[in-house]
């Protein structure tokens, strides 16, 4: 069921722009709320309209409306929010047996998934929409891929009205849909481009399973069908990944029917069937994550065997599991001072609720650096975005990173590589509040 949500979720994102396909697909109160964020500006724009409204809607817009609110907040680099206001949980299957260090062992997940793609022509990784984490591995396998002859790089978020955009270097907003906003899938453009992968868009606006027959169509016709002899790797999102039926219900994903068409059995590589949503140590992704400890994206191998481990085998053929990195510091660090009585327990005195932290992943294993922003950058107007671009790139850009302010007297930081950066802020509307420029030295 919440696969099928997810994967709703992102056609809903994909015919934002057609208002001819949402009329057909959405009963009129849905249909209201999408016409409304489609006419907000900006990202923040449409965020601040969510929370304002989400209160009035109906149960079935107000899942919705949190969906977009997730969705709004990663591409705004507010990805700890997100994953707290969405926490988006897959039905396990039945009798799931979770593995043990017994009979398993961790391996780093670039280097495992690299050495299962050396004899595989299609590979295929998944992200969760509003989960920045869920691109990371895909930046980090790029490289090694193209090392490997993969030439083709086909992503859900790329649209096909950039003709320019190799020849540019990176994505601007028309490039794709809004979850190309977000600077991990900027970045993960940017690099595919940089090492020379042909870009491929592939996502429709269709519905249900019409929707995965056409992706599969389009990834044959754009690669397989001019270039017989291609390697692809594609990043997707949720279940789009599986090559047999089961999340989606009856529906044969789009990885299925790109196998019937191509004779080729892709290597699925799933990230959302154990992600982090919460604090809950006792579910199964604090279990596995416990058992397996590590600070980079492992996948588990069999000890006797050497195969790695699939909640769903049919599906897809190994599971990641991302470091925990949550913190309900994301909302701002808390200092407590001084005695507490019993009736003070329940609520501590709080000093600073200020200091707003991001996830330590967001270093890309130290190639980006932090570097310190306050909301003093936006001149008084609340909220707004900072917005970090490469030198001598517009603002219609995809930016290296940015991040939202939602309060007055808040700090945070910015994760930015090396080299020379124009800061802008800005409010709902994208009027520019302030610009400056910085430099990142190398470490």
Known sequence: MLARLAVRAGFIVALLASASAAAQSFDPSSLKLLQAMERKPTTLARYQYLVQKAPTLSRDDQLLALQFMAF???????????VFGFPLKNSLPDGLKLPTPAEWKSADAVDAIAALAAQRRIVMINEAH????????????????????????????LGDDDPDLAKRGYPVRKSGTEYLRDPLYGDILREA??????????DNALTGEARETAQAEALYRNVFAKDPNARLFVHAGYAHIDKAPGRLGKWQPMAMQL?????????????????????????????????????????LLNRQTGQPWSARPAAYDVNVILPATLSIEAFGKYKYGGRLNYD????????????????????????????AIDAALCRGTIPCVVDAYYLGEPNDAIAADRYAFMGPTETSKLYLRPGSYRLRASDGNGR????????????
Do not use: C
């Not at 481009?193 to 592939?202: C, D, F, K, N, S």
């Not at 069937?273 to 006792?282: C, N, P, Q």
């Not at 709080?350 to 294993?365: P, Y």
């Open 72 to 82: 709004s907040q990663d591409e705004l680099g507010l990805y700890d929010q997100a």
């Open 130 to 157: 509003h989960d920045g984490h869920t691109r990371q591995l895909t930046l980090e396998l790029l490289p090694r891929l193209r090392a490997l002859g993969f030439t083709y790089f086909a992503a859900e978020a």
């Open 193 to 202: 481009i940089r090492l020379g992968y042909t870009l491929v868009p592939y």
């Open 259 to 299: 196998e019937k068409l191509t004779g080729l059995v892709p290597l699925s590589i799933d990230q959302t069937d154990f992600l982090e949503t919460g604090l809950d140590s006792s579910d199964a992704y604090h279990r596995l994550a416990h058992a397996f400890p590590s600070d980079k994206p492992e996948i």
């Open 344 to 371: 003070q327990v329940g609520l501590p005195h709080v000093i600073d609720t200020n200091e707003m932290q991001r996830a330590g992943w967001l270093t890309l294993g130290g190639k980006r650096r932090p570097y």
């Open 432 to 443: 520019t509040l302030s610009e400056s420029t910085i430099k990142i030295a190398p470490p």
